[in-house]
């Protein structure tokens, strides 16, 4: 059984554990967990609400999973003097707004995008609650997230084939296949760290992407290049140090792998915070986009459900066409 698999069933059971009460039983469970404004239960909740009744079903994934119960987290840690049940009338717009103004770390204001992930779990909850039977509140119902005025190819700084080039030369084996899987492969971080030897088709060329965003599943050519390093570190084996899976490629779970990457920057002469390991991706889409001219090969590449996000590579970079995807 894959992780996936036993990961989906204890979701399953949890779920069970929540909708197998009675309604009167369900009610006061949840107004319990309400009142006390426990995180466990309130979270033991909207994930069986999403779980049983959410667009995703069995198939939400980890990440959103986590984002969503962080999302609850923030709620909680943001409405100290709110009552669950019976918010005040203006408390949800409120909190968004205040997110809006409070500064992070760095003196930087948060990204819409995720405020509209915090949005996304708040209203999560009270369709949870609603369920359970316990409210009829939608404090979040007709709240916004302010439009970001930055458009969005200004926001995504692509490495460059030079940058990638340095990377590549001080990358230690496991780390040029990271560079090689975001600025060839066009992975997200997370769809690296998830990938198994048994996704590699040598034969054909590619791998496969087993839960991509959204859940969705996909195959992606392989260059040349990142055959070869993937070979390389399959020939290295395991490792004495090696803590995960060793039917995983990489060695690192996605907050290591972060690290390890953000640390390979500046030995390279490459500037991080602007890209970030996303900025791999990125430059995937706008080399192929550069070589081809080809919106829809791009999308094909990336796994883009709308093609509209892939215009923003033409934005970007739009010169001229050139060599296969294969001779990178």
């Known amino acids: 059984m894959s992780d996936l698999q036993r990961y989906q069933g204890d979701a399953l ?19 319990r967990a309400a009142n006390a404004r426990d995180l466990e239960e309130l979270w033991g909740l909207t994930e069986a609400y999403l779980f049983l009744h959410g667009s995703k079903g069995a198939r939400a994934s ?36 205040r997110l809006e103004s409070t500064p992070q770390h760095g003196g930087t204001r948060p990204k819409p995008s995720t405020l509209q992930v915090k949005l996304a779990a708040a209203r999560t909850l009270y369709r949870a609650l609603r369920w359970a039977g316990v409210t009829e509140a939608r404090p979040f119902e007709n709240v916004r997230v302010a439009k970001d005025p930055t458009p969005p190819w200004e926001k995504r700084r692509p490495y460059r084939d030079g940058e990638v080039e340095r990377l590549l030369e001080l990358a ?14 066009g992975l997200r971080i997370s769809e690296m760290t ?14 496969r992407v087993a839960s991509g965003k959204g859940g969705k599943a996909g195959r992606v050519r392989m260059t040349r290049r990142l055959r070869t ?4 570190l399959r020939a290295l084996g395991s490792g004495p140090k090696r803590q995960r899976d060793p039917e995983l490629v990489l060695p ?30 990125h ?16 999308a094909a590449h990336l796994r883009h459900a709308d093609i509209q996000t892939t215009r923003i590579y033409a934005k970007i970079d739009a010169n001229a066409i050139g060599d296969d995807i294969d001779d990178w």
């Open 172 to 185: 230690e084996p496991a780390e040029r296949v990271v560079v090689l899987l975001g600025a060839h492969a």
């Open 252 to 281: 690192w779970g996605t907050d290591r792998t972060r690290r390890r990457f953000r640390a390979l920057c500046p030995r390279a002469g490459v500037d991080y915070d602007s890209a970030g390991v996303h900025g791999l991706r």
């Open 283 to 298: 430059g995937a889409g706008t080399r192929y986009y550069r070589q081809t001219g080809d919106l829809g090969r791009v």
């Open 194 to 207: 998830a990938l198994r030897w048994r996704d590699l088709d040598v034969d054909k060329g590619e791998l």
């Open 13 to 31: 059971n949890r779920a069970e554990s929540w909708a197998g009460l009675p309604a009167d039983a369900l009610k006061r469970r949840a107004a």
């Open 62 to 97: 980890r990440h959103t999973l986590r984002t969503y119960r962080r999302g609850i987290e923030d709620l909680l840690a943001g409405w100290p003097h709110e009552n669950l049940l019976r918010p005040s009338r203006d408390a949800g717009v409120l909190y968004i707004r």
């Open 229 to 232: 390093a993937l070979d390389e």
